[in-house]
Structure formats: structure tokens, C-alpha cells
């Protein structure tokens, strides 16, 4: 493993103050707002109460910002020439991938582990597996969103279109369960939108598929969900990568 | 710089290159054959769309051809690439904005197994005192100098410089070509392409000129020079016999290539020997004169009507 292309890397993210206000602070202070600080924070959810519930959430929205982030970036930079700087050494283009991963991966813990530690602090209550597991969900889950933001930007080959598609994850997270408790026809259309499996997914060591309304849905369409997003993303982002290489 | 070897630097045989374009295919590069030897300093000379830096991507293992192949020391590109023989200096972009000059070179550098160490290939690109500036705010010429130093990292046999001064103002073109002759004199065999006709008389001791995805042209600088307009020889003629002598040679060399202002008759011909010896032997001139032609002008006449964007103001 090359620690110091990965320690580079990180650093880069780390000193660039306005792209970890977003993946890291803001998140932690919606949880404190529409979590810690509700009347209903100490509600039972599942197997524990409604502020782990919405803690598992904004941890969800933090990293899929992070990924999102980092997947873009990613596909901007080798399209802006860099890709050719570094075709003039031996590093392989699987080792290349395998690094961004893990430094999005890195970067997609901050959050998690901020808003957990707010959790603990602010009395979010939950088994050990809920804990645990959600947390892992939460992280291995915001890879799909990594392949989002690359296939954005192999697309549009802006920072410009990075951001948007970052924007445009608050539009996919008010639609995915994440911010308010949806119902009716809203919840039926929002099961169809990217971020809702996700979340789902990762809410269910504590929630075991109840929502708040009491209705309890099948594993399977959160997971069917995440595989067809997942598949959609990475079909796109292939194609145009197939493309940028025909042009080259 | 590991050994010199008997195997030519560069080989490159009836290379193709073609790029689909919506419903089209472009050929970029029709049937390019190149041998360069180790220690050769070589322009790559040609307008816009000759094929240049697709030729150069092909060498350097970033595209394969369509057709034909590219070996480098005997070894396909990719191979060379991995063991640091093969280097170079990109066009513009191709940097991370948000690193310091010395953590570009870390990072790069990180991605071979073994490098010259990063002070030095700083300080011989002339970056020591701007190593910890971030590359957002180096100039164009500093950023071409830090991927000068990147180049310098393997320590490679060949240094392929793709435009190196495109968008640089003469200062920093100068100053770029003063860190390289300091590199070239160290006896490493360098590929250049570049719009810029003084720089490769300047700094090259062989031009290839490409134009339509072909080599039009060559050799030395002296002969492209002479190959396109030949060479201008002028005389005094004697008073007495002008209108006769000037006949003389225009039915010899004809209509266009002889001109007369006063009694100083000036030939062009590719064969400037035949025309002193005429002059001075038959004709009676006095006061001869030979004058290679201006490389401009050899380049406008070989690649047809369009010239190089040698005075372009880019940037």
C-alpha cells in the first residue's frame, strides 16, 4: 500500500475547510436540530429510541456527501490531465481505484463517528449490535454514492457539476426518509428514489423495518433498492468511461 | 540514467492512429515510421492537428495505435514506462491545484518503486524556493518546471517534452530552455514537439516535420532549411552583359527563382554550388553570397499553406 499517495490524499481533503464543513459539521448540527433537540428524541424507535433513529440518518447524509465528494473529484482530476501525469508511472489504475476508496472511505468516517459521539452524548439508545451494525451499513452503503459522483463527474468533467451533484443530494435525502418522516403517496413514490434503500438498509439493526408510522416493510425493498441504484450508477459511470477512453 | 544501449531510443513503425468521432473515424496519425538513437535531440515540428501528440501518446504508452508499433529501447511503451526510461513533460494541465510543489512530487514520486530523491529533481527544476507554494498560485512557467521535475523523478533514458513552452511568455520560455540545455548536455535523449521554430533551431539538432499525420521532412536543421526553398546565392553582375547573364539563368533555373535589383541578380536553387560556379566562372559575378533559407519559410513550404502558429500569442 502506498501510505503516502493515501496521506496525500487525506490531507488534501482535510485542509479544504468549506468541503468538510459540509460533510462533516453540517450534519452533526441537522442531528442536533431535527434529532437531540426534539420533544420526541426520547420516543421509542425499534429496539431503541427515535434519536438513534434520526442519528443513523444524518450519519447516512454525512457520508454519502463525503463519497459523493471524493467519487467526483476523483473522475474531474483525470479528466483535467492528471490521469495522464500519473499514466507516466507504474501505478495501476486498479491500485489507483482501490486508494480513493480507501481515502473516501476515511473521509466518510468522520461524520459517522462525529454524529455516533454526539449519539452517545446526546442519549441516542440502541443495542450494541444496532450500534455496530448501522454504523458498518452506513459506511460500506455510501461506496454507491461514490460511483454517483463519479459517474457525475465523468460526465460533466467539472468541479462545478461535482458540487451540484452534492446539492442535489439534500433533494435526494428530503425524498429518501432522511430528513422528515414521509407518508402516503409521498413515502410510496420516495421508495423508488436513491438514498431511501440506503438508509433503510442501515436503520434496520435498529428498526428491523418499522417506520415511524408503525408500518413494518420487507428487507427486500430496501435492499432491492441499493442493488438497483447501485447497478444504475455503475452501468453509467462504465459507459462514459468507455467513452473518455475512446477520445483520448 | 541507467546504461546506454545499442537499441534505438525510440522505433516506430507504419504507425496508425485512428479516433472515432460521432459517425466518422479521423485518422490522426497515417503511417508514421520514426528512428531516434539514444542521445539524440530531436523537434517534433508541425502545425496544429499533425499528429504530433498523438505520435508522442503513442510512445509514451497513453493511447495504442490502431495499426503498426512503438517500441522504446526495444521495449513496448508501457514496459518502459514501468522501469523509468521513458519520461515527460505534458501540455498543460495535469496538475492538482490544491497541492504544494513538494507534495506534488512526493505524490508522484510515491508511485515508483525508486526515484532520484525529491529535493534534488526540485532543485534542478529550479523549485526550491517555491517548494512549499501551492501549485494554484505558481505561474505557467512554474508549473512547467514542476512537471519538469516529475519527469526527472525515474531518471528516465528519453525526455518527451509535448509543447513545453505553449502559453509561456518569452521570459519563461528562456528559462525553460536554460534548465533544459543544463539536462541535454548530461547526454539524454530528448523528444520534443513545439510550435515554436526558434526553439527548435535553437535547441534541436534534428527536425522532424509532421503535417496531416504523416513526416513530411527529415534531418538536420540545415537541411530542412535547404530542402524546401534550397539556397539563395546573389552576385554583382559586370555592367556590360546583365540582361544577357539574367536570361541565362532563368532558362537554366527558371522564371521565379532569379531576380535582379540593380546589378545584383539573386538565384534560389537547390543546387547552390552550380550556381556559384555559374556566376562567378561564366558569367562573370564578383562579390558572391550564400544565404541559407529561413526555417519559417522551409516549414510554410513543406507543410503547404498552413504555417505554424510560431508567433501565436497563446495565454
Known sequence: MNTTFVGLELRRVFRDYVTMFFIAV??????????????????????????????????????VTATTGIGGMAAVERMQGWGRQLGLTPLRDATYVAMKAMVAFAVAAIPVALIYVLGVVTGAEGTAAAWALSAVLV?????????????????????????????????????????????????????????????????????????????????????????????????????????????? | ???????????????????????????????????????EVVALLGPNGAGKTTTLDIVLGL???????????????????????????????????????????QMVASCFDRTRPVEEVIARAGLSPLATRKVSKCSGGEQQRLRFALALLPDPDLLILDEPTAGMDVGARREFWDTMHADAARGRTIVFATHYLEEADAFARRIVLMAGGCVVADGSTADI????????????LPDQDTAHAVETLRRVHGEGA???????????????????RALLVDLGGTDLEIVTGSLESAFLAITGAEGPEAERTSG
Open chain 2, 258 to 276: 532569379v531576380e535582379l535589383s540593380g546589378r545584383r541578380v539573386s538565384v534560389r536553387s537547390v543546387d547552390s554550388d552550380a550556381v556559384a
Open chain 2, 225 to 236: 532549411r535547404a530542402r524546401a526553398t534550397g539556397r539563395t546565392v546573389s552576385a554583382d
Open chain 1, 139 to 248: 459506511l460500506v452503503g455510501a461506496a454507491v454514492f461514490a460511483v454517483y459522483g463519479l459517474a457525475v463527474g465523468l460526465a460533466f468533467r467539472t468541479e462545478a457539476a461535482v458540487s451540484a451533484a452534492s446539492g442535489l443530494l439534500v433533494i435526494m435525502a428530503f425524498l429518501g426518509n432522511i430528513f422528515i418522516p414521509l407518508s402516503g403517496t409521498l413515502l410510496t413514490v420516495a421508495k423508488f428514489t436513491p438514498l431511501y434503500g440506503y438508509v433503510a438498509l442501515a436503520r434496520y439493526p435498529l428498526t428491523e423495518g418499522f417506520g415511524v408510522d408503525g408500518v413494518q416493510e420487507p428487507l427486500w425493498q430496501a435492499v432491492a433498492n441499493v442493488v438497483v441504484w447501485a447497478g444504475i450508477f455503475g452501468a453509467v459511470a462504465t459507459a462514459l468511461v468507455r467513452r473518455g477512453r475512446e477520445r483520448q
Open chain 2, 63 to 105: 493511447t495504442r495505435p490502431t495499426a503498426g508499433s512503438a517500441e522504446v529501447f526495444g521495449q513496448a511503451p508501457r514496459v518502459a514506462v514501468n522501469a523509468g526510461r521513458i519520461s515527460a513533460v505534458l501540455q498543460s494541465g495535469g496538475l492538482l491545484r490544491d497541492l504544494s510543489v513538494r507534495e506534488t512530487v
Open chain 1, 26 to 63: 453540517l450534519p452533526g448540527f441537522f442531528y442536533m436540530i431535527f434529532g437531540a433537540a426534539q420533544d420526541f428524541a426520547g420516543e421509542r424507535a425499534g429496539s431503541g429510541n427515535v434519536t438513534m433513529y434520526i442519528m443513523i440518518s444524518m450519519a447516512a447524509y454525512g457520508a
Open chain 2, 1 to 39: 540514467m541507467k546504461t546506454h544501449s545499442p537499441l534505438p531510443a525510440v522505433d516506430v513503425r507504419r504507425l496508425e492512429k485512428t479516433f472515432r468521432a460521432g459517425p466518422d473515424r479521423i485518422a490522426a496519425v497515417r503511417g508514421v515510421d520514426l528512428r531516434i538513437e539514444a542521445g
